[in-house]
């Protein structure tokens, strides 16, 4: 299957971004923020906790970047760490009852 030019270019900026590309990791994050709040938004229910759970996933992200080995992995990887950081909100929420 054909990779489309929006996906190379989110392959490149993750691979340069692993090897400490800032300028890559800036454009990576501003082209993926939007779709990981929405996602965070559409499990929370709550446009606060969900932007709190992409910042969050965010610091989880640059610290695993190096790890990622492969660069078709971020979407599903990003995707995964933000709805672990929403899991655990919901949690503490509900533990807060």
Avoid at 62 to 82: C, H, K, M, N, S
């Amino acid at each position: 299957m054909a990779r489309t030019k929006e996906q190379l270019l989110d392959e490149y900026l993750v691979a340069s971004a692993r090897i400490g590309d800032r300028k890559a990791f800036d454009l990576l994050a501003r082209r993926w923020q939007g779709r990981l709040v929405a996602h965070a938004w559409r499990l929370t229910g709550d446009v606060d906790l969900a932007r709190e759970a992409a910042q969050e996933g965010w610091v989880e992200i640059v610290r695993g970047l190096g790890r990622l080995r492969d660069e078709r992995a971020f979407p599903a990887w990003a995707y995964q760490i933000v709805s672990r950081r929403c899991a655990r909100q919901i949690g503490r929420l509900q533990r807060g009852r």
